[in-house]
């Protein structure tokens, strides 16, 4: 009789231990999800927006050092130009190296970079038309791929927000669920072990 009041009494306390334990898993694998993302958010995301934005202040620089570099003869402006080209080359070489896939929109603003360092670099009179449409196509390609982290970025909160009311949700489920079978079994264990009485 005592081996069976035990089996009556630890078999549904049992039960309740894996319903909680089972709802304490999925609560660990939900906050381990929303690490991960948040680490790719602010690891992949937010630095590559704050590379493109670094990028622009870079090019900016380059666009000024290589229009000083045309109009004067001093030495000393065409290696500021090359300095801020070499330094605008490794920006973009650092960006493009976070990216295990070759980027569409880094690949095309490469390309209008390298327009642009051939306008700058033209000294002859006509050249300031080529300048400006290689500078407006720099421009232009650097906000499409500016444009692009901030799509990616705002994807990324979007997801974390989705896991986070998605695990919010599945844990009052979880402990509805667990508080609902607790007192389903403390009742069948008090009535299974008052009815012999």
Same mark, same amino acid.
């Given at each position: 009789?005592t081996?069976?009041?035990?089996?009556?009494? /630890?078999?549904?306390a049992?039960?309740?231990?894996?319903?909680?334990?089972?709802?304490?898993?999925?609560? %660990?694998?939900s906050?381990?999800?929303?690490?991960? !993302?948040?680490?790719?958010?602010?690891?992949?995301?937010?630095?590559?927006?704050?590379?493109?934005?670094?990028?622009? /202040?870079q090019?900016?620089?380059?666009?000024?050092?290589?229009?000083?570099?045309?109009?004067? +003869?001093?030495?000393?402006?065409?290696?500021q %130009?090359? +300095?801020?080209?070499?330094? =605008?080359?490794?920006?973009?070489?650092? =960006?493009?190296?976070?990216?295990?896939?070759?980027?569409?929109?880094?690949?095309?603003f490469? !390309?209008? =970079?390298?327009?642009?360092?051939?306008? /700058?670099s033209?000294?002859?009179?006509?050249?300031?038309?080529?300048?400006?449409?290689?500078? +407006?196509?720099?421009?232009?390609?650097?906000?499409?791929?500016?444009e692009?982290?901030?799509?990616? %970025? !705002?994807?990324?909160?979007?997801?974390?927000?989705?896991?986070?009311?998605?695990?919010?949700?599945s844990?009052?489920?979880?402990?509805?669920?667990?508080?609902?079978?607790?007192?389903?079994v403390?009742?069948?264990?008090?009535?299974?072990?008052?009815?012999?009485?």
């Amino acid at each position: 009789m005592t081996l069976k009041i035990r089996h009556k009494v /630890l078999l549904p306390a049992l039960a309740v231990i894996i319903v909680l334990l089972a709802q304490v898993a999925y609560s %660990f694998y939900s906050i381990s999800l929303i690490k991960s !993302q948040a680490d790719r958010l602010k690891d992949y995301h937010l630095k590559g927006s704050v590379q493109v934005r670094d990028i622009r /202040l870079q090019l900016d620089e380059v666009v000024r050092q290589g229009r000083l570099s045309a109009v004067s +003869t001093d030495p000393g402006f065409l290696e500021q %130009f090359v +300095t801020a080209r070499g330094d =605008l080359d490794h920006q973009l070489e650092a =960006l493009m190296a976070r990216d295990p896939v070759a980027d569409p929109a880094q690949l095309r603003f490469k !390309q209008s =970079l390298e327009a642009l360092y051939a306008a /700058l670099s033209d000294r002859s009179p006509e050249a300031e038309a080529g300048l400006e449409k290689a500078k +407006t196509e720099a421009y232009g390609s650097l906000r499409d791929l500016d444009e692009r982290y901030t799509r990616r %970025f !705002q994807r990324s909160v979007e997801v974390l927000a989705q896991i986070g009311k998605d695990a919010g949700r599945s844990t009052l489920y979880a402990l509805v669920t667990g508080v609902i079978v607790s007192v389903v079994v403390w009742v069948l264990i008090l009535l299974s072990l008052s009815r012999p009485l």
